[in-house]
């Protein structure tokens, strides 16, 4: 137990210093879903035991060897700087580094929501519509998770759909689509300020990644109120 105290503490220390890049650390630490592996003034790692991720942020290349010496072959990876993510991208034969922008809302404002919209909780009535409009990271079955651990969200105007959103297991915002014909309608604004909202409701700060040249999302999370890391992290995986 004092072993992971002062482990923790260490962690907090090093990953604070910058809070919208390393939100998806903090975050499952304080949630209490991560197992802290290493820390210490050249970096942190931890395990992520929801999404089941190992997750690097390190001063250095050198660093991020040092921390990972024990790791041997992870179900996803994440780094916090392109030299580590194309490093260990290689070593543990993963197809793919994905670009993403870290974003965080750090306020304990809510949002408001357009007063013309409704916002429900999703339940398994909805699975063959959001299955046939989302397609990043997932699969039948993720969905199907996501929809039992009762996070996704819809907008509805007058009973009708008209786009959702929701969280991913190791705590980011994200699966945020808006159905074709109701585009440009405020959806994606709504929504947005839905899932602020709920994160803010259970005590949690919301946070996001962003592919890299999705200046839409971009925006919308600015426009929000989230701050923006000033690099990219990655996450290392296969496409499939």
């Not at 482990?7 to 919208?20: G, N, S, T, V």
Request: glycine content about 10%; hydrophobic content about 40%; charged content about 25%.
């Amino acid at each position: 137990m004092k072993e992971q105290a002062v482990l923790r503490q260490a962690a907090l220390e090093y990953l604070e210093r910058d809070r919208p890049l390393h939100m998806d650390m903090l975050e499952p630490i304080r949630r209490g879903q991560a197992e802290i592996l290493k820390a210490g003034p050249g970096g942190v790692l931890i395990y992520e035991t929801r999404s089941r991720t190992h997750m690097l942020s390190a001063e250095s290349l050198e660093a991020g060897k040092a921390l990972c010496c024990r790791v041997e072959q992870p179900y996803l990876f994440v780094a916090h700087d392109r030299e580590n993510a194309e490093y260990f991208r290689g070593k543990y034969g993963f197809q793919t580094a994905q670009e993403c922008w870290a974003a965080a809302y750090l306020g304990n404002v809510a949002l408001p929501v357009p007063r013309d919209m409704e916002i429900r909780r999703l339940g398994e009535e909805y699975f063959e519509i959001i299955n046939a409009n989302y397609s990043t990271f997932s699969g039948e079955e993720y969905i199907r998770d996501r929809i039992r651990e009762g996070v996704m969200q819809g907008a509805f105007r007058n009973g009708v759909l008209l786009g959702f959103a929701g969280m991913h297991p190791e705590g980011s915002v994200g699966m945020l689509e808006v159905l074709p014909e109701y585009r440009r309608q405020g959806a994606a604004t709504a929504l947005m300020a839905a899932m602020v909202n709920f994160c803010l409701e259970r005590g949690c700060v919301p946070f996001s990644q962003i592919f890299a040249g999705n200046e839409a999302s971009l925006g919308l999370h600015r426009k929000m109120g989230f701050s923006i890391a000033q690099r990219p992290m990655y996450w290392v995986m296969n496409n499939d």
